[in-house]
């Protein structure tokens, strides 16, 4: 047995760990397993990831590319292989993934289950919008092929279906193309969420990747820095060669804490308020600004941390936002990875998938045991009234009603699962 952790470190758990090296192998290694569940690179925050004294089938040897069509895009590669790799090969080659997530270091496997979604959500969508077909290995040794056009009811329970329904060992994406590595940013300061809306708006049209980072301590209001990008085939003279920094230990307490959230906060704001404007960088820092600073999670010390994300319908978005900024505030807690954004009017191929239209918020908070969850459950009420929901991705503690209201199509999702597979989260807010 191993102790497994998600990557919010809130605990150790015993799991029995199983690695997945053969996706020919795969059928009759499932078959002869107590109930498991497929683990990549355990980037879930909260418990999706996790199977506390079950098995995890470790998938990171599943890591191999099978085909690519140069001419079309078509990428097929198995479930193991990490973003970061077909990035890699791809981009030399005029290619790159049409969505990805604030980390490179995931598995594909992982990209389709939780469906993650980018910056660019309002062109691109999800993960799952780019799919077109999955291999699935069911826990009784049989096979499923799905797609879009492929018995779509199962690539639409497999897209965000958190690894439930079986395991993902190869799939077939599509590319898009590209001129080259680097893109063309801005970077504009705002005053107030009035602001924040106004820029997002007026950015669609001509942006395609829009993110923003948000001052939750500035008030209701929350001040904050509007960051766009577009490709382009400007380049530097030069690649860029930043050196990649490590957490070395986890601190015997949060380095985010009350007496220097206020001073990291405003000393960020400044800096790149300082250097606003537009430059032209390279993918990687815009795309995975935290990918350089190896083992960050570690920075919260040893009782780790929790992200809330949630998604808000647009008609309620400002209010909801602003409701929780003040609860945020009332609260004396706070978060110095906060990010908001807004998602586009393009739906989720997905049964469970997170993106819907509307405007996201995530926020990182130090887990101080019942006072951070105690505020959880206030911003719980303002999430539910606004008819949002919460990222199963991200979350640790969600109460099952928020998440049967969040996730309308849950009792459709349920014929899909495969009876073989459990995780701590299906356990807590599914029964099993």
Known sequence: MVAVSSWGRQGRWEHEVRHLTDRHQVADQLKNSRPGLAYGMGRSYGDACLNPDGVLWKTT?????????????????????????IQRLMIPRGWILPVTPGTQLITVGGAIANDVHGKNHHVSGSFGNHV?????????????ECGPDLRMDWFAATVGGLGLTGVITETEIQL???????????????DNLDQFFRLADDSEADWE??????????????????????????AP???PHGRKLTMPFAPPISIVNRLTLRPLNLAYYNLNKWKA???????????????????????????GFFQYQSVIPRKVGHDAVRAMLREIAKSGEGSFLAVLKTFGDRQS????????????????????GERTLKLF??????????????????????????????????SKFLQYRDPGISSALSRRLMGH
């Not at 077109?132 to 499923?144: A, C, M």
Request: net charge neutral; proline share 7%; glycine share 10%.
């Open 61 to 85: 040897g599943l890591d191999r590319f099978i085909s690519l069509d140069e001419n079309l895009g078509r990428l097929v590669c198995e479930a193991g292989v990490l973003l970061r790799d």
């Open 132 to 144: 077109q077909r999955i291999k699935l290995t069911r826990t009784d040794g049989t096979t499923i």
């Open 237 to 239: 003279y030069s690649e």
């Open 377 to 410: 459950a206030r911003l719980d009420v303002i999430v539910r009234e606004a008819g949002g929901r919460i990222y199963l991705a991200k979350d640790a503690r969600m109460p099952r009603d928020l998440f049967e209201a969040g996730y309308p199509n849950l």
């Open 277 to 303: 404007g537009s430059r032209i960088v390279h993918y990687a820092p815009f795309f995975y600004p935290l990918d350089n600073l190896q083992d960050w999670n570690r920075m919260y010390g040893p009782k």
């Open 209 to 234: 990747h829009t993110v923003s980072w948000i001052d939750c301590l500035a008030g209701e209001e929350g001040r904050g820095l509007f960051m766009r990008g577009n490709p382009t085939d400007i």
């Open 176 to 190: 898009r193309r590209v001129a080259g590595p680097w893109l063309t940013t801005e970077t504009v300061p705002y």
């Open 349 to 368: 191929l997905g049964m469970m998938s997170f993106p819907q239209p509307g405007v996201t918020l995530a926020l990182d908070f130090p887990n101080r």
